[in-house]
């Protein structure tokens, strides 16, 4: 499973005696550096289609921390054209809940995640060697308010490698070209 971060901008609502943290989990208009020389962009449709499922908001993506889900209703998320926006319904019988709705309110967690695996991706290879991959679907598995958004090595570890192998193929073909074209001179 693949996560990605974002500035979230989170707030809390307290409505009707209701307490909810809301926010972008996803924007479309940003870019994510993966490391240097890959870049990952979301397109506007990647999560088409994964609203549906059964989606859980947790606290830095810990399975034990759920905050809510949508299968509960205690998770609404939608996309509009900004990002993948949600609002999870704080328990207030959740200490861990009403702990991290306190540490969003004072600003202290602003940041946000997405688990997902990648199901289609564009890479398109730059002039500069830069890699910009465009995730055009996902398989959304959880979102998370997160204290410090984490990449796992592995995953890194992965992209940098078919980050390789793009610059790797790109090379290859501009020398076979460059043959053909000396061959019919």
Known sequence: ME???CD???RV?????EKRIEGYFATFTG???MFPGWVERIDPHAFDGQLEGDIRCLIDHDTRLVLGRTSAHTLTLRVDEHGLWGSVLINPQDSDAMNLYARVQRGDVSQCSFGFDILNDDP????DGTVVNTLLAVKLYEVSCVTFPAYRD?????RKERAESIRH????GWKAAALARLKTR
Do not use: L, M
């Open 8 to 10: 979230a901008g989170f």
């Open 31 to 33: 870019s994510y550096e």
């Open 169 to 172: 193929n790109a090379t290859e």
């Open 13 to 17: 609502r307290d409505s009707d005696g």
């Open 124 to 127: 398109v290879r730059q002039a």
């Open 154 to 158: 592995t995953e890194i570890k992965a």
């Open 3 to 5: 996560r990605r971060h």
